[in-house]
């Protein structure tokens, strides 16, 4: 990041500081399957991808043709597509009858060609939306299963070659009633303000969501040993220490946005003090 855009980073996450993301009208919310684990930062030769915190699992699974979604884009999706069921209360979520409208409340800036925001922005939606998630729970005794795909239907008459164009119908999605339950029932409260500006990074997202739902239960001091977090947020890094310097860059700049974390980054640890979250947990109900 050059110096423009350091100063530029830094404005913005203090302008978050000066007013409440319900103030701002910028509350937003993410799944908490998904925070608790996450989805690929970068493009999956298989189909089958797998992450675990504690004895918490996910599984993401994908058409062959079409692959598993990756990258910051699924991300933005998701926390857009809980906020809007937390919402409205509702299994159908109405998406528009523009692309590019539509693009504009994700921040991303339609541009066509091969390498553009809108092809990559339709290829990562159709990954998503065609995967299938499953969330494993055990311990020494008992185990659990979730299957919490994210939709039933979708309905997306977009045409990418005229993304400003209105289609006659407005595209839809249907949620499926597992992940709808899951959703509103305990939804993790964000700063789409924060999304935003950390979107360059799909770490920096994941780190960020996760943080500010920890440090909404946490206690006491915890240290975290650096392989856990590792198979938690990183476990396609082939040596540990490129994941704890990388891990550590974005945590830096996530700190920044979320001024009221407190951690400590150490030689074998990670350490979160009991800090305030950025956005309290609240009854959706």
Not at 121 to 128: N, Y
Not at 133 to 155: G, P, R, S
Not at 176 to 201: G, H, Q, W, Y
Not at 247 to 268: H, M, P, T, W
Request: charged letters at 25%; proline letters at 6%; hydrophobic letters at 40%.
């Amino acid at each position: 990041m050059d110096k423009n855009s350091l100063d530029k980073f830094i404005t913005e996450a203090l302008a978050l500081e000066a007013e409440t993301a319900k103030e701002a009208g910028a509350l937003g919310f993410m799944t908490r399957a998904l925070v608790q684990a996450t989805m690929p930062h970068s493009k999956q030769t298989g189909t089958e991808f797998t992450r675990k915190n504690g004895l918490f699992t996910l599984t993401i699974l994908a058409p062959e043709k079409i692959g598993l979604p990756y990258g910051s884009i699924p991300r933005l999706l998701i926390a857009w597509i809980t906020t809007e069921a937390v919402r409205t209360k509702n299994r159908q979520i109405i998406l528009g009858d523009s692309l590019s409208k539509f693009m504009e409340q994700l921040d991303l800036v339609p541009t066509g060609g091969r390498w553009g925001t809108i092809t990559r922005f339709k290829d990562q939606t159709c990954r998503l939306l065609s995967s299938s998630i499953k969330c494993f729970y055990e311990n020494e005794e008992t185990w659990a299963v979730k299957n919490i795909d994210v939709i039933e239907d979708a309905n997306l008459w977009w045409n990418p070659k005229k993304p400003d164009q209105a289609t006659l119908f407005e595209s839809t999605l249907t949620l499926s009633e597992r992940f709808f339950s899951e959703t509103i029932n305990s939804p993790v409260p964000v700063d789409m303000r924060a999304l935003k500006l950390l979107s360059r990074s799909p770490l920096a997202l994941d780190i960020y969501c996760w943080l500010t739902y920890r440090m909404s239960y946490l206690k006491k001091p915890t240290k975290i040993p650096w392989g856990a977090l590792c198979v938690q947020f990183g476990s396609d890094y082939a040596r540990p220490r490129d994941f704890k310097n990388r891990f550590s860059n974005q945590l830096r700049k996530v700190c920044v946005v979320y001024q009221g974390a407190k951690v400590d980054i150490e030689e074998d640890f990670l350490i979160l003090y009991p800090s305030k979250p950025h956005i309290p947990l609240i009854s959706c109900g």
